[in-house]
């Protein structure tokens, strides 16, 4: 039986997050075919570990549904050692994921600029709730705000019932989507320009 070879095999992903929208961008680059390197927190990782139901003593089901076949690294990217050895692993990314709160990476010495530094081939996907402009860009946010801020909490339940969160995280999945969609076009623009 032959091997099939994936599209995305040979690219390789350094994804800095938790919760959803970027770990789920992570997998879906897996399932293509990238290699995966999840960076987590020291004392426990990425909070989704622990949001059961669990499938084993340290991880929940959707933990592992989303982080399936990733390498996981832990790293305090506020010590100095492991910033470089952060920098050590971009040197050789194609695409690296980011969502946590805004303003995190920056500050931490490893925001889109910094990384572009390291790595000027570097596709730098980040991911934030309300984007780069506006009054809300700082705030963090996850899927029930969307939901309650776009309005979909009125549309779900019967009349009489208060809003109520559409319990599929649909905004984090269209996000994730969207982030894999902007970063495979990026891809591709790098194989015709050369940049990052």
């Not at 879906?28 to 499938?55: F, Q, Y």
């Not at 933990?63 to 010590?79: E, H």
């Not at 600029?113 to 980040?126: G, W």
Request: proline share 7%; charged share 20%.
């Amino acid at each position: 039986m032959t091997e099939t070879r994936l599209p995305l095999q040979g690219i390789n992903v350094v994804e800095i997050g938790q919760a959803l929208a970027g770990p789920l961008s992570g997998v879906i680059l897996v399932d293509l075919g990238a290699e995966v390197i999840k960076i987590e927190k020291p004392n426990g990782g990425d909070d989704a570990r622990l949001w059961g139901p669990m499938a084993t003593e340290d991880a929940s089901l959707m933990f592992n549904a989303t982080n399936r076949s990733k390498k996981s690294v832990v790293l305090d990217l506020k010590a100095k050692d492991d910033l470089e050895k952060l920098y050590a692993l971009i040197r050789e990314a194609d695409i690296c994921i980011q969502n946590l709160r805004p303003g995190v990476a920056d500050a931490g010495g490893f925001g889109g600029p910094d990384l572009l530094a390291v790595n000027p081939r570097l596709i730098y996907c980040q991911i934030s709730a309300f984007g780069e402009e506006g009054p809300l860009k700082h705030h963090p946010g996850m899927d029930p705000l969307a939901q309650a801020y776009g309005g979909v909490m009125t549309l779900t339940g019967r009349a009489e019932d208060p809003p109520t969160f559409c319990a599929p995280a649909i905004n984090d999945t269209a996000t994730g989507m969207w982030a894999v969609i902007g970063a495979l076009a990026a891809l591709e623009e790098r194989r015709q320009t050369g940049k990052g």
